[in-house]
T-cell receptor, first 114, second 113 residues
């Protein structure tokens, strides 16, 4: 079945540091890929998405590129801020199939210190 | 703004006392989902509705049920909450099809005493 693997956390960075969060996936066909962010006590918010190979999703300074050859969708940001502290989930959704559902990675907690 | 609304944000119930959580949406999406999320874990899908068609996950306990009286509203009923049902419950909606993201509500934090 489909699966998403995220790097182990938590991750702690200083403000303005470079961020990379690794995500790889296993799926049949060509799924859509997503990064969601969850702030403490809140629901999940879509951060960015990509729906086909070589697409780059971007939002709020975060970027991720859909790499079919390495089945990866790594999240990057050039300069993190304290306000980026949150839990980040990588997810996939099959392109076809009735009632296609999201498969989440385990999530990773990012803490950014001033 | 179009959105997903969950009420209440915090719910306290007693062991074994039925509780209902509600979700409404203004996005007019045909698919609605209920997830359970425990601390430091990814959301776990309980069930979803595709229009009026109910789809239960194989490992969702019978204690959890759902109703969708119309496109905009969906309810999660927990018939006899146990201590292990304390969690954040998230409602989400989407258009059908793999291209589309899910939109999540803010969640209801359920405490069982």
């Amino acid at each position: 079945g489909d699966s998403v693997t995220q790097m182990e956390g938590p991750v702690t960075l200083s403000e303005e540091a470079f961020l990379t969060i690794n995500c790889t996936y296993t799926a049949t066909g060509y799924p859509s890929l997503f990064w969601y962010v969850q702030y403490p006590g809140e629901g999940l918010q879509l951060l960015l998405k990509a729906t086909k190979a070589d697409d780059k999703g971007s939002n709020k300074g975060f970027e991720a590129t859909y790499r079919k050859e390495t089945t990866s969708f790594h999240l990057e940001k050039g300069s993190v801020q304290v306000s980026d502290s949150a839990v980040y989930f990588c997810a996939l959704r099959p392109y076809t199939g009735a009632n296609s559902k999201l498969t989440f990675g385990k999530g990773i907690t990012l803490s950014v210190r001033p | 703004d179009a959105m997903v609304i969950q009420n209440p944000r915090y719910q306290v119930t007693q062991f074994g006392k039925p509780v209902t959580l509600s979700c409404s949406q203004t996005l007019n999406h045909n698919v609605m989902y209920w997830y359970q999320q425990k601390s430091s874990q990814a959301p776990k899908l309980l069930f979803h509705y595709y229009d009026k068609d109910f789809n239960n996950e194989a490992d969702t306990p019978d204690n959890f049920q759902s109703r969708r009286p119309n496109t905009s509203f969906c309810f999660l009923d927990i018939r006899s909450p146990g201590l292990g049902d304390a969690a954040m419950y998230l409602c989400a909606t989407s258009r059908d099809g793999g291209l589309y993201e899910q939109y999540f509500g803010p969640g209801t934090r359920l405490t069982v005493t």
